[in-house]
């Protein structure tokens, strides 16, 4: 056991890349998502079983792998110190919400989050 307040995710990764999984997690759509079920608590976390309701967008394998390659490059920058670092952080937070609004509902596949690696 991990702890009661990490959940674990097991992916198929030809289905979804765990980098594209990370940044979603990381962008405002599944942020107010979260922010929403904690919002039902006294705890600041969400419970197992609020997680299987999240949505995750989950765009076709080339978007992700192209989402994933530009958000590590930038990654990488903002490791580094560059000049202009303080405005790469929104950058990314920005490409991160292009690739969500492009696929939305109706528009790429979504998946649900799901206990112990069950589809996403």
């Known amino acids: 056991m991990i702890g009661t307040s990490l959940t674990y995710?097991?992916?198929?990764?030809?289905?979804?890349?765990p980098r594209y999984l990370a940044a979603y997690f990381r962008g405002s759509d599944f942020q107010n998502q979260l922010k929403a079920v904690m919002s039902q608590?006294?705890?600041?976390?969400?419970?197992?079983?609020?997680?299987?309701?999240?949505?995750?967008?989950?765009p076709p394998m080339a978007i992700q792998k192209s989402n994933a390659a530009i958000l590590g490059a930038l990654d990488d920058r903002i490791r580094r110190p560059p000049r202009n670092q303080r405005h790469l952080g929104s950058y990314r937070a920005s490409a991160v919400q292009v690739v969500v609004r492009r696929f939305r509902p109706g528009a790429g596949e979504v998946g649900r989050t799901g206990a112990g690696g069950t589809r996403c």
């Open 9 to 17: 995710f097991r992916l198929d990764e030809s289905k979804l890349l």
């Open 41 to 58: 608590t006294t705890r600041n976390q969400v419970p197992i079983t609020a997680q299987r309701s999240l949505r995750v967008v989950i």
